[in-house]
């Protein structure tokens, strides 16, 4: 399993300011993913980052309000853009277990509260 | 819409009995399945997977996988106070190692 090191692990923020959260894994992976984990709520895919390429963004996520990056193979950024308090939430982040199966190993999130 | 469904819960059981978790799902494709569990304030951790139709057993923990019935299972034996989390069954949403979550269910196991 990788170990995932997600920070900050929560923060209170203004309306209208912009938060980055960064993820750094102990090796190299192919695929980090962004996930959005509202309370009482499932986790939500925001996006896939993959070194060297633009990052794949869901339904209903868009890059000017979620910009991430992918420097190289063991870290990664999200960007929450000019927030507002319905972006009050979890955040987390997590890399492929490899094997092909879809397992993953997630670091313990940034809770997030917008004012 | 590829789904995975399960009942939030609560779910009550008491110490040292045995805890029946349930999800379905709408993708017939689907290969694999896996459970998470999240204690509260935590992120998800994985416990399980599943490939095949039929039971896999790790310790008190049995994944049961029915394919004809798109029916994935969660049993927990003599369950624990410190089994009390929620557990969210997911599945491959297509794409590579991309996964769809269910919404979990809680789990609290009475001493």
């Known amino acids: 399993s990788a170990v995932i090191s997600q920070k900050p692990s929560r923060d209170i923020c203004q309306r209208g300011t912009s938060l980055t959260i960064q993820c750094q894994v102990d090796?190299?992976?192919?695929?980090m993913f962004w996930y959005r984990q509202q309370p009482g709520q499932s986790l939500t895919l925001i996006a896939t980052?993959?070194?060297?390429?633009?990052?794949?963004?869901e339904s209903g996520f868009v890059i000017d309000k979620f910009p991430i990056s992918r420097p190289n193979l063991t870290f990664s950024t999200l960007t929450v853009s000019n927030m507002s308090p319905e972006d009050s939430s979890i955040y987390l982040c997590s890399v492929e277990g490899g094997g092909g199966g879809g397992i993953q190993y997630f670091g313990a999130g940034t809770r997030l509260s917008v004012l | 819409q590829k789904e995975v469904e399960q009942n939030s819960g609560p779910l009550s059981v008491p110490e040292g009995a045995i805890a029946s978790l349930n999800c379905t799902y709408s993708d017939r494709g689907s290969q694999s399945f896996f459970w998470y569990r999240q204690y509260s304030g935590k992120s998800p951790e994985l416990i399980m997977f599943?490939?095949?139709?039929g039971d896999k057993e790790d310790g008190r923990f049995t994944a049961q996988l029915n394919k004809a019935s798109q029916y994935v299972s969660l049993l927990i034996r003599d369950s624990q106070p410190s089994d009390s989390a929620t557990y969210l069954c997911?599945?491959?949403?297509?794409?590579?190692?991309?996964?769809?979550f269910g919404i979990g269910t809680k789990l609290q196991v009475i001493p």
């Open positions: 599943i490939y095949s139709n």
């Open positions: 980052a993959n070194q060297g390429s633009e990052a794949t963004y």
């Open positions: 997911a599945a491959p949403s297509g794409g590579y190692q991309k996964v769809t």
């Open positions: 090796s190299q992976v192919t695929m």
